[in-house]
């Protein structure tokens, strides 16, 4: 049963646009939601998380959107420049207040920004 | 503050044997975690190591095992490796306070 979803496998925007990556989840008891990018044979670099609590957080060119009624986060990069082209996983995490730090990671959708 | 660092980078092994991987994580960081990632399920969730203790586990047969040392550093062990074992290893450090896990770059696990 795959918890996060993404359901786009690959997306292909021009520089300078706007890229928007989706995530879908099943588990209501998720608190925790982040945003990866990766390189091939690299680990997952960082780039944005946020809080049930919230529904937007914004660092520079990333801003994250959370729907909790539906289930459905997302990433805006804008504007997108070519060194943006990885692989994108959203993961999330049943923190439980801090006992865990599980991550269920969706399946990652591959990002090509054209120049 | 250094990263994540994981050794050895690459590794082969042949079917029966078994391989032991290690991860330091960022300074002062207590909880390390383990995934694996596989072309086909992506990346999937190991175990987790706080304090010396195994926090949380995910579904995977009992040939995978780890340990977390006091200094924080963990190994995981995998034994009579087969070749469905094939895959990117990757391990992630947390600050007590944190949820941002930070991954190092992986040790790539190949069997023969």
């Known amino acids: 049963d795959q918890q996060v979803k993404q359901n786009s496998p690959s997306l292909s925007v021009q520089e300078g646009r706007i890229s928007i990556l989706n995530c879908d989840y099943t588990?209501?008891?998720?608190?925790?939601f982040l945003w990866y990018k990766k390189y091939p044979a690299e680990g997952p670099t960082f780039l944005i998380s946020?809080?049930?609590?919230?529904d937007k957080n914004e660092d520079g060119r990333f801003t994250v959107f959370l729907n909790k009624s539906a289930k459905h986060l997302s990433l805006h990069i804008v504007p997108s420049q070519p060194g943006d082209s990885a692989v994108y996983f959203c993961?999330?995490?049943?923190?439980?207040?801090?006992?865990?730090?599980?991550?269920?990671f969706g399946t990652g959708t591959l990002l090509a920004v054209q120049p | 503050k250094a990263g994540v660092t994981q050794t050895p980078r690459y590794l082969i092994k042949t079917r029966g044997q078994q391989v032991t991987l290690s991860c330091s994580p960022i300074?002062?960081?207590?909880?390390v975690s383990w995934y694996q990632q596989t072309p086909g399920q992506g990346l999937q969730f190991l175990f987790e190591?706080?304090?010396?203790?195994?926090?949380n586990k995910g579904n995977f047969p009992g040939r995978f095992s780890g340990r977390q040392f006091s200094n924080s550093r963990s190994e995981m062990n995998v034994s009579t490796l087969e070749l469905g074992d094939s895959a990117l290893y990757l391990c992630?450090?947390?600050?007590?306070?944190?949820?941002?896990?930070?991954f190092g770059p992986g040790t790539r696990l190949l069997v023969l």
């Open positions: 992630a450090s947390s600050s007590p306070a944190g949820e941002t896990q930070y």
């Open positions: 588990n209501s008891m998720f608190d925790y």
């Open positions: 946020i809080s049930s609590i919230k």
């Open positions: 993961a999330a995490s049943d923190g439980r207040g801090g006992a865990t730090n599980k991550l269920i």
């Open positions: 300074s002062g960081h207590r909880s």
């Open positions: 190591y706080f304090s010396e203790t195994q926090r």
